[in-house]
């Protein structure tokens, strides 16, 4: 009997966001409950959403990203992050960290205590593999990290005339400099609960360009960056703890274990 | 085929004696295995000093050009430049096989794909040929630890012999995977116990990514996505052209390659934006790799550590008009090679001379470790030409690819190409074209140039033990053309 190939259909195009809801990835945004106030105390839930350019096959949730914001003072603020990775083989990288920032349009970090830590596939840490960072920058007002740009971006007007120029420390440790943040414009989406969305554009070494998609209340609904999507998602906890349980029992399943 | 008509061709095969002098006195190594028989060379590896660590980069598709301290003047590298500059970094290197499974198959055994049963994506290596990890475990006192790809056969698994796992992976994510991952192998240095000798596989995804990329940018939109960009997008490479009259291998690659798929031909700025994205996922890959050196760095290992970086294969970079993989153009077949050991590998140094394989990484790695290498290497050791003691009696090295049908063969001054039932050969100039351009294999004047280069395959073959269920493998053994 001849064997049977699964069609895949290359994407062809970037991740804009009407192609995420082609691809099943959003199927909406939740409407905003009042006003949204970028300035004030807000808790977004991402879920990381990857794309191996095939339509029907290989796009996955992967695992989500917490930002809470807490306005601390008329010139800080802190950032509480909270990220769960799923890999295979049922292992999870969970990474927190708490950011002292300055209330400048880059949300600029002052210090912070980051961890990383692994987990198996029975829930077990593996402390071998825990990393703790504290440490702090001086004087560098022109410097952001990833996950502060989630929370500067929402407080930039929409306007062409917004420009930043600036040092990327991803992940609060791998400097990347020359990068340069902008407003592209609002464009038209056909996904229910954002008719139109801003966006901005980063471009900077060590970094694929990234766009991040604001609705008129500023709040931030998407960051897409080649293969990679954060789409804002109150349920995406609750869909990633599903999936490390699905992962964990086709692994046992796989493995001939029993659950412990 | 029989051993009786196995040795009776292999026989009538054999080196002429003028052949044997031109070749250069090297053919005894070739001949012999590939590796210098040396009666003394337990005694000196035992005198000589080991490394306590080991820690082995693996890239995923990394254009042999693409470190800004190798002159690469797109990108910024600065984690490959602090590591350029404290190695040998080999300029004449090549892959055993411009795909993955396959190349990593030969460099992580010392043997070629086709002998390890991987000539495709996805196979497991043939179970009595020992990887690297588990020839370390019974011969050495190294922990031996993996991190990231692996892909023999899956991808990503917690499972691979002779290796503790401490990360899986993502499936095809590099950008995701590669950072998870570092972070691991940062934890890992940071934790390990200063007195216990390890060799760590920190085994990356990119820059893979400009895999998606290229699907997820096939059409081409007719003007820059970002016209910011267009002050900075990497000129064309000047064989951006390519040969009509190509293996048919080569052309059916090309044709279903993302640029010539789409609804539109790519235009020349879509093409420099693919290079464009492509230094960008160098630049991702390079600050990843920095998260393990200066963890490393750290812990007071880097002096006492010695650091391999190597790829699986190249990218076309759209030399040829070829993006990708799987062909024996410079660009997919050629990959940097970097060795570092504080204090005993020359610093700063640009080998141009020495021909190398992926395939030596397995017996030179041994010989730092003080140990024998496995049987039937078809690799040297390069410690001497490391450590500034001499250079390599080699005069060839050849590639594999394509199922099996594929082969190339590099000697100092020419490249030869074949692929089975193919009457299309391929040889290039590489001292006066390096670019690949003037395809010389139908010209009378370089008639006994092919004829030589043949012969090596020839033998080179001869000696191969390729693990059964590789297909065309009695091609090989013939070498006659269809």
Redesign the interface.
């Known amino acids: 009997m001849a064997k049977r190939t699964k069609k895949r259909t290359?994407?062809?195009?970037?991740?804009m966001p009407d192609m995420l809801k082609e691809l099943g990835a959003v199927r909406g945004f939740p409407l905003p409950s009042g006003d949204f106030a970028p300035d004030t105390n807000w808790e977004h839930t991402y879920r990381?959403w990857?794309?191996?350019?095939?339509r029907e096959s290989?796009n996955d949730n992967?695992?989500y990203l917490r930002i809470r914001r807490t306005a601390n003072s008329s010139e800080q603020l802190t950032l509480d992050v909270y990220q769960t990775?799923?890999?295979?083989?049922a292992?999870v990288?969970i990474?927190e960290a708490k950011v002292k920032c300055r209330k400048n349009p880059l949300a600029s970090p002052i210090a912070w205590e980051l961890e990383?830590?692994?987990v198996d596939a029975d829930n077990n840490e593996?402390?071998?593999?825990?990393?703790r960072e504290n440490s702090r920058v001086t004087g560098a007002a022109d410097t952001t990290s990833d996950w502060c740009l989630f929370e500067a971006v929402q407080r930039l007007a929409f306007d062409r005339q917004t420009s930043l120029s600036f040092n990327l420390l991803?992940?609060l440790?791998?400097?990347?400099?020359?990068q340069?943040l902008?407003y592209r414009g609002v464009y038209p989406t056909k996904i229910p609960g954002a008719d139109r969305l801003h966006c901005f554009?980063q471009?900077g070494?060590?970094?694929?360009?990234t766009e991040y998609w604001l609705d008129d209340s500023h709040r931030l609904l998407a960051v897409t960056?080649?293969?990679?999507a954060y789409i804002f998602d109150a349920e995406s906890e609750k869909i990633i703890e599903r999936r490390i349980e699905d992962v964990r029992r086709s692994y046992r399943k796989n493995k001939g274990l029993k659950r412990k | 085929m029989s051993d009786g008509r196995r040795q009776k061709r292999q026989s009538s095969d054999l080196l002429s004696r003028r052949e044997f002098v031109k070749l250069g006195g090297s053919a005894v190594a070739i001949m012999s295995g590939g590796v210098l028989t040396n009666k003394d060379a337990g005694a000196r590896r035992a005198r000589q000093p080991k490394p306590k660590n080991i820690l082995i980069i693996i890239t995923d598709q990394q254009h042999i050009d693409t470190i800004a301290a190798g002159g690469c003047h797109h990108v910024?590298t600065p984690a490959l430049d602090r590591l350029t500059k404290r190695s040998v970094s080999f300029a004449q290197s090549y892959t055993p096989n411009p795909l993955c499974s396959p190349a990593r198959s030969a460099v992580l055994t010392g043997r070629t794909s086709s002998e390890c049963g991987v000539h495709v994506n996805g196979r497991s290596i043939r179970s009595d040929i020992p990887n690297l990890g588990q020839w370390f475990s019974e011969q050495t006192d190294y922990e031996t630890f993996y991190a990231g790809k692996w892909h023999l056969p899956?991808?990503?698994?917690?499972?691979i012999p002779g290796f503790k796992v401490?990360?899986?992976?993502?499936?095809?994510?590099g950008?995701?995977?590669d950072?998870?991952m570092s972070?691991?192998c940062?934890?890992?240095l940071?934790?390990?116990s200063k007195r216990k000798p390890f060799l760590l596989v920190a085994s990356f995804m990119q820059p893979h990514?400009i895999?998606?990329?290229?699907?997820?940018?096939?059409?081409n939109?007719g003007r820059l996505?970002?016209p910011?960009?267009a002050g900075e997008l990497p000129e064309l490479p000047d064989n951006f052209q390519f040969d009509e009259n190509e293996p048919e291998a080569i052309r059916r690659r090309r044709a279903g390659n993302?640029p010539f798929?789409?609804k539109a031909k790519w235009n020349k700025e879509h093409w420099r934006y693919y290079r464009w994205?492509y230094y960008?996922?160098i630049?991702?890959l390079?600050?990843?790799i920095?998260?393990i050196l200066q963890a490393l760095e750290d812990r007071g290992h880097t002096n006492d550590t010695l650091v391999v970086l190597t790829s699986d294969h190249g990218e076309g970079m759209a030399h040829h008009q070829m993006v990708r993989k799987s062909s024996f153009y410079d660009e997919a077949v050629k990959v940097p090679l970097l060795f570092a050991w504080p204090g005993h590998i020359s610093e700063n140094r640009t080998d141009t001379t020495h021909l190398v394989s992926g395939l030596d990484i397995m017996p030179t790695l041994c010989d730092f470790a003080g140990i024998r290498a496995p049987a039937n290497m078809r690799g040297v050791s390069l410690r001497a030409a490391l450590e500034g003691n001499g250079g390599l009696t080699r005069d060839f090295i050849v590639s594999e690819v394509s199922s099996n049908t594929g082969r190339m063969v590099r000697t100092q001054g020419y490249k030869y190409i074949t692929y089975r039932k193919d009457p299309v050969e391929q040889l290039f100039d590489m001292k006066n074209d390096p670019g690949e351009t003037k395809n010389l294999a139908t010209s009378s004047q370089h008639a006994s140039t092919l004829a030589e280069h043949e012969k090596l395959l020839k033998h080179w073959e001869r000696r191969l033990d390729v693990a059964p269920k590789v297909p065309n493998t009695d091609a090989w053994w013939y070498l006659e053309r269809s």
């Open positions: 290359i994407v062809g195009s970037p991740l990381i990857t794309c191996h350019g095939y290989g992967v695992g990775v799923v890999q295979s083989d292992l990288n990474v990383s830590r692994f593996l402390p071998q593999l825990r990393c991803e992940g440790s791998l400097s990347k400099s020359g340069h902008f554009v471009l070494s060590g970094i694929l360009p960056s080649m293969n990679k | 910024r899956r991808t990503y698994t917690g499972n401490i990360n899986t992976g993502i499936g095809g994510f950008y995701l995977c950072t998870v972070r691991a940062q934890g890992f940071r934790n390990w990514d895999c998606e990329w290229l699907r997820l940018n096939m059409e939109p996505r970002y910011e960009l993302e798929r789409g994205s960008r996922n630049e991702h390079d600050a990843e920095g998260r």
